[in-house]
């Protein structure tokens, strides 16, 4: 496991902004793995159950209870803490919400993100920064386009109007005060940001969520609703966007210059399935459960979204590692554990990270043996 992006994180201080969250969660295990001292900062976990307490994060973290609406909290933890790394996952991360409370969606998610870069700034911050966004953040005018890190930024709702706002700050922040020109010269810090796509994974109980709809119904036994059953997404497993922000992580760290930009972390092909049709493999799985189709009328969302994963892959050597069959499989097998085994489930999740780590490492040695044959 140490070996992985080259011990990079072992006795680093990484800074995780969103640590008591379902990605968060995921990313601060796999750094403590790895040997790391994170720092998190955040709301409470706001789902009962939640990954965060279910892994007894606080005993392997310090666990910050901070607003990143508050630019002073953060300035004072990069003050206090001095991390080598920041992974800036805290936002409002639901579209459905961010029609309820814009606001709030845009403060978090916009301001949050000035926040954060002020505090790199005034704190003379000296390390790698990665902006957590999403795939919503382009101009999407529907179609089945699949997104190159340089396509416009843009957001049809409030939600994703406010990521492709906040990498419209990160890129602001990056040619006018963090410039990768400047790098050793007015400033050592590298800004990148990072954009991902629908994700499973055990542990995520998040309203109106496709897979927490779905095991909170199967659990409770009650008839899943589901709006958009057609609706065409890429599924992605939660290790696999998490395993590219920290090979991202990695990468800047011996090369602070060439990466500072945006990377997209999709799925392969294999991963794209209608709603109805991953629902089913979820019943399937699960063994029992029925379901209902309500549709939603006055909410609108990206239809179709897909990212070109092409610069990932080349440049980083990343590359997803699982087809939505193992990545639903190893998702519905957590939550049956976490409901009816008397499983630890801290070791459960180390192990299934570890399995995880353990393929993507060797798919990636196998094809730099494979190019060193060529
Ligand atoms: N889960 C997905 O499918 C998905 C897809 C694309 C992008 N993302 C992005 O990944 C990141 C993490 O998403 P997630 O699924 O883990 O969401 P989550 O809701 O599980 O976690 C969000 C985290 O942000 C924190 N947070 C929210 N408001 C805050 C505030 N004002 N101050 C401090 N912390 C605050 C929460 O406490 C929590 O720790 C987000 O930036 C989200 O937009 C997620």
Excluded at 85 to 103: G, T, W
Excluded at 219 to 237: C, D, L
Excluded at 304 to 314: Q, T
Excluded at 329 to 356: G, H, L, R, V
């Amino acid at each position: 496991m140490n070996h992985f992006f080259n011990q990079t994180y072992k006795n680093k201080k990484v800074l995780v902004t969103g640590h008591t969250g379902f990605k968060g969660s995921w990313l601060s295990l796999l750094l403590t793995l790895l040997g790391a001292e994170v720092v998190g900062f955040s709301l409470e976990p706001d789902t009962e159950p939640n990954l965060f307490n279910i892994l007894s994060l606080e005993k392997h973290l310090i666990s910050i209870i901070g607003d990143i609406r508050n630019k002073d909290a953060i300035e004072k933890v990069l003050i206090l803490h001095k991390p080598d790394f920041i992974f800036h996952l805290a936002a409002q991360p639901l579209v459905r919400r961010s029609y309820i409370e814009p606001h709030l969606t845009f403060e978090t998610n916009i301001m949050g993100t000035v926040n954060l870069l002020e505090a790199v700034r005034k704190s003379n911050f000296e390390g790698v920064v990665i902006n957590v966004t999403s795939d919503k953040c382009y101009e999407n005018s529907g179609g089945t386009h699949c997104f190159k890190e340089n396509d416009p930024m843009g957001g049809y709702d409030p939600y994703s109007a406010s990521k492709g706002a906040s990498e419209i700050v990160t890129a602001a922040y990056r040619n006018s005060f963090l410039n990768p020109k400047n790098y050793g010269i007015s400033h050592k810090v590298t800004l990148a940001s990072a954009r991902a796509g629908n994700v499973i994974g055990g542990g995520d109980w998040s309203e109106d969520r496709l897979i927490p709809d779905i095991v909170r119904a199967l659990y409770n036994k009650e008839e899943i609703i589901i709006r958009s059953p057609h609706a065409v997404r890429p599924w992605q497993h939660v290790l696999e966007c998490v395993s590219g922000y920290l090979l991202l992580g990695a990468n800047i760290y011996g090369n602070p210059i060439e990466f500072a930009e945006g990377w997209n972390f999709g799925s392969n092909e294999n991963t794209i399935m209608t709603v109805e049709e991953i629902l089913l493999k979820s019943l399937e799985l699960w063994g029992s459960g029925k379901y209902k189709v309500i549709p939603e009328k006055n909410l609108k969302e990206a239809a179709f979204l897909r990212l070109d994963i092409s610069k990932a892959k080349e440049k980083l050597g990343w590359q997803p590692v699982y087809d939505i069959n193992q990545s639903l499989e190893k998702t519905i097998s957590w939550y049956k554990n976490y409901y009816y085994q008397q499983t630890d489930m801290f070791e459960f999740t180390k192990s299934q990270t570890e399995e995880y780590v353990g393929i993507l490492l060797s798919l990636m040695i196998s094809k730099i043996e494979g190019l060193h044959n060529v």
